[in-house]
């Protein structure tokens, strides 16, 4: 089993910054894939960066790509997302998920089987 908690979630004013944590623990070792989700209010689950760790793949949605950056720390078994000139759109709940698979998942949510309690983000105009 894998444990997921984010934290660094909060409100700013738009064009403003945030940096997410994930921190697993547990079966560290399972994983290979980690991934960050939010969803809005009213709105489906939406994929927002994924990275597939020992293969050193990165995607982004469009919406978020140029403005929000995902990294790890696998010292800290920590993974993160860099959210630069937020807008009021990028509020939502912000999750992060985990998942060990041979081949590249994506932004899928189906695919990721650890999840983390979510951390909100709020952006204001």
């Known amino acids: 089993q894998v444990q997921l908690v984010e934290s660094g979630g909060g409100s700013v004013q738009a064009r403003g910054s945030l940096r997410l944590s994930c921190a697993a623990s547990g079966n560290t070792n399972s994983p290979n894939h980690m991934a960050w989700f939010r969803q809005a209010p009213g709105k489906e689950r939406e994929g927002v960066a994924a990275?597939?760790?020992?293969?050193?793949?990165?995607a982004y949605a469009d919406s978020v790509k140029d403005r929000f950056t995902i990294s790890q720390d696998n010292t800290k078994n920590t993974v993160y997302l860099q959210m630069n000139s937020l807008k009021p759109e990028d509020t939502a709940m912000y999750y992060c998920?985990?998942?060990?698979?041979?081949?590249?998942?994506?932004?899928?949510?189906?695919?990721?089987?650890?999840w983390g309690q979510g951390t909100q983000v709020t952006v204001s105009s």
């Open positions: 998920a985990a998942a060990r698979s041979p081949v590249w998942l994506g932004l899928s949510s189906s695919k990721y089987n650890y």
């Open positions: 990275i597939y760790k020992s293969r050193g793949i990165i």
